[in-house]
């Protein structure tokens, strides 16, 4: 085969199967919130069907601390206090965690993948700043708020391998009650902004067994047929029917219909929209070199400047990340957009972790030695070969 037939079979592909065309739902946001042993990933995954090529794209730091952990024999139940060591090692590594988590949401937020955000979400003010960055770069959001009795929280987060224990867990339920039940939260700051929507303004309580099946689970009864479930301790103030109606309403708000949050390729943010239109047209010019990732926009303004003469959508692309940044100069502007790409994944400046990381880990290691200047040397060594194994492990491309 000529190489400009295999050269055309290769643009072809990057163009049909790895394009963003692709992407059913780019520029959409999941903020799955609620206190421990709500049954987050429980109700998005078999309650409310959303699709796994969206779940995939989960950010949440307990994926990596259950993978971390156990690899260090750090126990997944957190000790808590000042002078225990091993809530010591344990916050280390959950900070590292969460820089991996960060890392990886840059990664999808440039190139405009749909985010599943679940996360206990408490704190509204602070969870709300993310959010506006998020909007601000094209994306729309859906918020959806799960609750469970106090008890129950704390039962289910007890009985799980990976705990946050008591009292931060009462602590979690206390401050979300306050803030998201209460004080309707998210619900204030959905109101007036078009991008952001409560799909569930009236609360879901997961605590009923909704089908008319027994709820079975490695052959231990979860829940009867239209019951509650055997584990929910607490006062419970809804009943089922009520529940039955949130639920429906709920699936159909977060859906894949025309109507729902989720219809295919649908971006209701003109900003997301618009990036999404260059990107497209960017992968046809280029012929699937350029177009995968939003700073590719840059390099067509920049680099390619025939591209943006030639292509409408390009061009206004162009111009959206001026807007989007306040900044016209296209330089300038890229190095404010990869900024706001780090604060929408509530991360901070990129930096190479393994300095301040042997820092931290060589003061941990400091008693397990004699503090001669040999051990001095040795204690240096081992704590950059741990900084620098952890900060490769969690080096997401």
Known sequence: MKRAAIRELVERHLIQEVSIAKLRHPFKAFLMTGPAGAGKTFVSKNLLG?????????????????DLFPKFDVSLKFAHGDDDPLAAAQKELRTIAKVGTMSKAAGYINRAK?????????????????????????YDVGIIKIFVPRETSVKRDANRPRTVGEPLTSEIWDAYKKNVIDGKGYDKYATGNPYVTVLNPEIFW???????????????????????????????????????????????????????????????????????????ALMQF??????????????????????????????QAVQCLGDITGISD??????????????????KEERDLTAPLGKRIRGKLHGFYPSDDADEERIGMVAEAIAKRLAEKLKIK
């Open 286 to 315: 280029s012929k699937g070199i350029l177009g995968q990732e939003i700073t590719d926009l840059y390099d067509a303004g920049l680099k390619h400047p025939e591209f943006v003469e030639r292509s409408p959508e390009i061009a």
């Open 50 to 66: 959303i699709p796994a090529d969206v779940r995939k794209f989960n950010l949440n730091p307990d994926d990596i601390i259950e």
């Open 206 to 280: 997961n605590v009923y067994n909704l089908d008319d099946k027994d709820a079975v689970i490695d052959g231990k009864l979860i829940a009867k047929a239209r019951d509650k479930v055997e584990d929910v301790v607490g006062d419970v103030p809804v009943s089922i029917e009520q529940m039955d109606r949130v639920r429906a309403d709920l699936e159909k708000a977060a859906g894949t219909t025309d109507e729902g949050f989720l219809a295919p390729q649908q971006i209701n943010n003109p900003t997301g929209e618009c990036l999404y239109q260059g990107m497209l």
């Open 330 to 347: 296209l330089e300038k502007s890229f190095e404010e957009f990869k900024e706001l790409v780090r604060k929408a994944s509530r991360g």
């Open 114 to 138: 749909p985010l599943f955000i679940d996360t206990t979400g408490q704190n509204v003010t602070w969870v709300s700043k993310a959010l506006d960055t998020l909007v601000r770069i094209g």
